[in-house]
C-alpha cells in the first residue's frame, strides 16, 4: 500500500508571508502527527489529530496551526514566517489501534529567506 | 542529498564489523521505544521496538537493550553494511499521550 505522502517536497517562502504543507496518511490510519525537524533541535513534536481532533501540541507558538479531515487527510499552516522556521517538516500517521511506531512521510523542506 | 543534522555524534565502522550506537532517554516513566533510521533525503524509517517489560529484543540483524535503571537504550547491529549508513534515532512514548520525543541522533558512517 501507499506510504505517508507529503506536498510539496520543497518550499521557498519569505518571511512575513503563510504556508500551508499537506500531508496523505497511510489508507486506514486515521492518526496523523507533525514533526519539525533542524539540524539544531533534531525532531520536534508540533501537534497531533485524530478523527478531525487536534489530541496533542507541542511547545510552538500559534502560528504553528493544523487541521484534519474526514479523509484523514492532514495539512499544516504556519503563518508569518520567520527565518527560524526553515526546517524540514515531518508528518507520520499510525494505526489508532496497534502501540506502534509512526511511518513517516519523506518530508517538506521549507526555507525561508 | 538533505544534511540531517550537522552537529550529530558519528560512529565510523568498517563494513562487517557491529556496531553499537546508545541513547539516553528522559522518562523514567516511558513504556514503549523506538529506534528509527533516516537516510539522507528521507523521512525516519521504523527498525525495531521494544516494550519496558523487556529488556532484549532481536530482529533481523539488529538487537535493542533497554537498561530502565539508567535509563539507557542501545541499538546493535551486526555485520554493518554499506547501507546501514544513516542517522539513527530512538524515541520513547510518553505514558498517556500519542506523543513521541526523539533522541538528537547519532550518525554512522560504514567505511569499506
Known amino acids: 500500500k501507499a506510504g505517508v505522502t507529503q506536498t510539496p517536497r520543497y518550499l521557498i517562502k519569505t518571511r512575513g508571508q503563510q504556508v500551508t504543507l499537506s500531508c496523505s496518511p497511510i489508507?486506514?490510519?486515521?492518526?496523523v502527527s507533525w514533526y519539525q525537524q533542524t539540524p539544531g533541535q533534531g525532531l520536534q513534536f508540533l501537534f497531533e489529530?485524530?478523527?478531525?481532533?487536534?489530541?496533542n501540541k507541542g511547545n510552538f507558538p500559534g502560528r504553528f496551526s493544523g487541521r484534519q479531515f474526514s479523509n484523514s487527510r492532514s495539512e499544516m499552516n504556519v503563518s508569518t514566517l520567520e527565518l527560524g522556521d526553515s526546517a524540514l517538516y515531518l508528518c507520520?500517521?499510525?494505526?489508532?489501534?496497534?502501540?506502534?511506531?509512526?511511518?513517516f512521510g519523506s518530508g517538506t523542506r521549507l526555507t525561508v529567506v | 542529498g538533505e544534511s540531517v543534522g550537522l552537529h550529530l555524534p558519528t560512529l565510523s565502522v568498517q563494513e562487517g564489523d557491529n556496531s553499537i550506537i546508545n541513547c539516553a532517554y528522559s522518562?523514567?516513566?516511558?513504556?514503549?521505544f523506538i529506534w528509527y533510521k533516516q537516510e539522507s533525503g528521507k523521512g525516519p524509517q521504523f527498525i525495531i521496538d521494544?516494550?519496558?517489560?523487556?529488556d532484549k529484543r532481536q530482529g533481523q540483524r539488529v538487537t535493542v537493550l533497554l537498561n530502565k535503571t539508567v535509563k539507557h537504550l542501545s541499538l546493535q547491529i551486526a555485520a554493518t553494511q554499506p547501507g546501514d549508513s544513516a542517522v539513527y534515532f530512538c524515541?520513547?512514548?510518553?505514558?498517556?499521550?500519542?506523543?513521541?520525543?526523539f533522541g538528537t541522533g547519532t550518525r554512522l558512517k560504514v567505511l569499506a
Open positions: 507520520a500517521s499510525r494505526d489508532q489501534g496497534r502501540m506502534d511506531g509512526y511511518t
Open positions: 489508507s486506514g490510519h486515521r492518526s
Open positions: 489529530y485524530f478523527s478531525e481532533t487536534q489530541r
Open positions: 522518562n523514567s516513566a516511558s513504556d514503549y
Open positions: 521494544i516494550r519496558s517489560n523487556m
Open positions: 524515541a520513547e512514548n510518553i505514558p498517556g499521550t500519542y506523543k513521541y520525543i
